[in-house]
């Protein structure tokens, strides 16, 4: 839903002064704010242009683009946000669906303690400032998968607030310098989601399947702080992976587990922000770059041109490959924000304000969860940069594949040979015969064990690199042979007797005399010769 | 009378809180303009299709005005009259649900075991072809 325009303009007022910067997408000067301090010190990257027309015409300003992102998690768990009825992907239609769910009379929502605890979690892993009283609130709007006309959200005073986000941008020459951006996170708000409605145009109606209305989610308001599509994208990325570690969310964005709207406008740099569309229907990471890139260069050329800008929603047609207007969406929508009279504060405590004696069914500690929250993805890299001397570009490429980290792992704990041989066999070969080949970690032919095998024949010299790289590609044809039998049946072992390869060496010499008086005058590449 | 009004104006933003968005009466003569009608039934889809009932809303908000006798400078805005009590939290546990058929039988028209809506909004046009509102 759109967002109400007083919200944004308030923000893009406050925001003028931190747009300052002639740079590009990827080289930014830090921006004024707490995050300056982290990013300082990092060297800027080639210089790339900020977005240009197709036409270059003389003294044209550059623009700058700028993207707000509020991203819905789905909250991993067994029960909805407000009632009993449970959470699950795919079920008959309604069957997930309590009374409180389809809005009876006479039903009240009560909160679920895991929803909270998900909340909490995220919200530290985010660096956020948990409220320790926070409110919920009606959020009103007639749709027909919303039936009690209003979505229980947490508007004045939402859970957490004030945190960052930290991703890395691939820049450099080859693409393998990584450098660390931060976004600010507004706040993190529960919510409720809503059911899920199909459109049967044919008959002029609308199916309504109430099974997903109740379920818990997560809002994450991003600051605008992002200035292009493989910013948000990367960003994104990394926040999907916060939340799989926490298992908070399984932020699946095919499963509708995670979705994302952008807010997106442009104008010069020093010069005051420029209307904003918003931008849905937007599930995959790809789609995201891609219609966020697209809707800049979209609100560019229209500017340009002499056009305006409509603060309207649009929707990315992934076919097409462009955003359109929605025609559905009203100009301003006034939600009715009101307190849900159902619903007392929600009161959280840490070690020094639990009260003695409390339930502890009852109460929710943030500094015992912030002591049991796992390893988040960023620790991760540094522990394998730091435990296998990779670079920190690989743990990202690691990190990113899913499963990849996990086939790593098995591979080292079942050989001998040294980590960044494994690193380097990982990322390079099995990826890219994965890639080649367009198969997820989970669908490859080599299991860990048969790499591990084989790099334990390749440390103990008992084949060379290059047959290696044959025994791999043997390996991936899936024909259930180990390793071992591979290099025996194609003979592709290192010979060890001295006597044979002296025999062997003495024949080739015969074979090729010429060869051999080239090589004698001083030209070692005459070998090339021989096969 | 109009001191009234100005301390109502210095109320609104009172708290720090974001504000929702208010309808503060400016004239605080009591009547409501057809432009408040118009919007108040797009928002809510109630029909004030009568002068009656535009006198009625007029009557229900000058008896609630009333409240603004009470002096409350200082006074910390309450959240609810729930604000004291403890919000349960209750264990994740699946304990409702699989009553489709049920619920089901509460709806107009089923396909399906889907409920049945109209395509969308209805479009705001169908809303304007209705009985221009009679408002003195």
């Known amino acids: ?531 | 009378m109009w001191s009234r009004l100005v301390w109502l104006g210095l109320r609104a933003p009172l708290g720090g809180r974001q504000g929702f968005t208010s309808k503060a009466d400016p004239q605080g003569s009591g009547r409501i303009t057809a432009q408040v009608i118009e919007h108040l039934e797009r928002l809510a889809l109630v029909d004030f299709g009568s002068c009656e009932a535009v006198a009625r809303l007029e009557k229900a908000i000058a008896f609630a005005d009333r409240l603004r006798a009470v002096d409350t400078d200082g006074v910390e805005p309450m959240e609810s009259v729930l604000e004291d009590r403890c919000l349960y939290l209750r264990s994740d546990n699946v304990v409702e649900g699989n009553c489709a058929d049920e619920l089901l039988q509460n709806s107009h028209r089923v396909v399906e075991e889907y409920f049945v809506a109209p395509p969308g909004n209805i479009s705001l046009a169908k809303l304007d072809e209705q009985e221009p509102f009679p408002h003195s």
Not at chain 1, 244 to 251: D, F, I, K, R, V
Not at chain 1, 507 to 525: F, I, T, W, Y
């Open chain 1, 1 to 531: 839903m759109a967002a109400p325009m007083l919200r944004w303009v308030g923000r893009g007022r406050r925001w003028t002064f931190a747009r300052v910067d002639g740079g590009s997408c990827h080289r930014r000067e830090a921006p004024t704010g707490s995050t300056s301090n982290r990013i300082r010190g990092r060297s800027s990257v080639a210089q790339q242009p900020l977005y240009t027309t197709q036409k270059p015409r003389k003294g044209e300003h550059k623009w700058a683009a700028v993207v707000g992102l509020e991203i819905h998690a789905q909250i991993s768990s067994n029960s909805k946000l407000f009632s009993g009825s449970q959470v699950r992907f795919s079920a008959p239609p309604n069957s997930l669906v309590s009374f409180f769910d389809a809005s009876l009379p006479g039903t009240l929502p009560v909160l679920n303690r895991r929803c909270v605890e998900a909340a909490v979690m995220t919200g530290l892993a985010l660096n956020c400032h948990i409220n320790k009283k926070s409110l919920f609130d009606r959020k009103h709007y007639f749709y027909a998968d919303l039936p009690a006309g209003y979505q229980i959200t947490q508007q004045r005073l939402p859970i957490a607030v004030n945190g960052s986000l930290t991703y890395g941008v691939c820049a450099g020459k080859k693409q393998s310098q990584v450098i660390p951006k931060t976004v600010r996170i507004k706040q993190i708000q529960l919510e409720q989601d809503s059911g899920k409605s199909l459109h049967d145009d044919l008959r002029s109606q609308t199916l309504i399947d109430l099974n997903r209305a109740g379920v818990g989610l997560l809002e994450v308001v991003l600051e605008p702080d992002l200035s292009c599509g493989e910013e948000a994208a990367t960003a994104v990325r990394e926040l999907q992976l916060i939340l799989q570690a926490l298992g908070t969310s399984q932020a699946n964005m095919a499963e509708g587990q995670l979705r994302v709207d952008a807010n997106i406008s442009v104008h010069h740099p020093g010069e005051p922000l420029g209307v904003r569309t918003e931008v849905k229907n937007l599930n995959s990471i790809r789609f995201l770059a891609k219609a966020i890139d697209y809707e800049i260069q979209r609100q560019i050329n229209e500017l340009e041109n002499g056009g305006e800008i409509l603060n309207e929603t649009r929707s990315f047609h992934y076919q097409l490959g462009c955003t359109m207007s929605m025609r559905d969406k009203e100009g301003k929508q006034d939600y009715r924000f009101m307190p849900e009279p159902n619903l007392p504060p929600l009161v959280l405590y840490d070690a020094t304000s639990l009260p003695a004696g409390a339930d502890p069914q009852q109460v929710i500690n943030i500094d015992q969860i912030r002591e049991t929250l796992p390893e988040l993805p960023s620790v991760t890299r540094e522990r394998l940069v730091q435990q296998y001397g990779m670079l920190l570009e690989h743990s990202f490429t690691l990190l990113n594949e899913v499963g990849l980290l996990e086939f790593f792992q098995n591979v080292m704990k079942e050989t001998r040979a040294e980590p960044k041989k494994v690193t380097s066999w990982v990322l390079n070969t099995f990826l890219g015969y994965l890639k080649q080949q367009n198969l997820a970690v989970s669908e490859s032919p080599v299991t860990p064990s048969a790499l591990a095998e084989l790099l334990d024949m390749l440390d103990s010299r008992t084949i060379s690199s290059a047959a290696a790289k044959q025994v791999f590609e043997e390996l991936w044809k899936r024909e259930g042979k180990t390793p071992g039998q591979i290099v025996s049946e194609k003979q592709l072992e290192l010979m060890e007797d001295r006597g044979a390869l002296e025999q062997l060496c003495h024949s080739m010499m015969e074979a090729h005399p010429q060869v051999v008086m080239d090589l004698k005058k001083g030209n070692p590449r005459a070998i090339r010769r021989v096969r």
